[in-house]
């Protein structure tokens, strides 16, 4: 079994929780070769109107978590981006917490597939809310960016302001 180095597995923890996700508020908590585990601690931001954890929280979760599962067996110089999203969900979610488990399912040169289950933490139990296969694209980091991770056009930078036409 191959592994992921020390100084990858924290990039990878650090990079998880960048932008959209930071918002959510999801976590890392466990990284190795072809698998990642997140967590998000539940509040009242993340439920609907009738007190369940929406489901849009349950699929970001879920399709960001197999994204580093991914992102664990490519190169440094390397993006992953979903390609295909399929989530069945088993029960409503209401716990004061979520895990999701990521694993990968196929890795080739251009594609993987992965599978994300997301947890309810319900006190001392767990209960499986969403199950999801998520096929994910290898492309060159140059492809999308210059390689760096900036903000693209149209996204604030440090001290910028980005304005909305038309608004």
Known sequence: MEKVSAARVEFLREDFRRGFVRFCGFRAVEVGYGVFKSALTVTDDHKTQDNFIHAGVIATMSDHTAGYAAYT??????????????????????????ICRAELLSQGS?????QSTVYDVRGQEEKMVSR???????IEAE?????????????????????????
């Open 110 to 114: 251009r594609v993987i597939v992965a």
């Open 143 to 167: 492809k999308i960016t210059d390689g760096s991770r900036r903000p693209s056009a149209g996204q604030a930078g440090p001290g910028q302001e980005v304005k909305a036409e038309g608004l």
């Open 73 to 98: 067996v490519v190169r440094e110089d390397k993006r992953i981006l979903t390609i295909e999203f399929k989530i069945n969900f088993m029960r409503p979610a209401h716990g004061q917490a979520l």
């Open 132 to 138: 999801s296969t998520i096929t994910l694209m290898v």
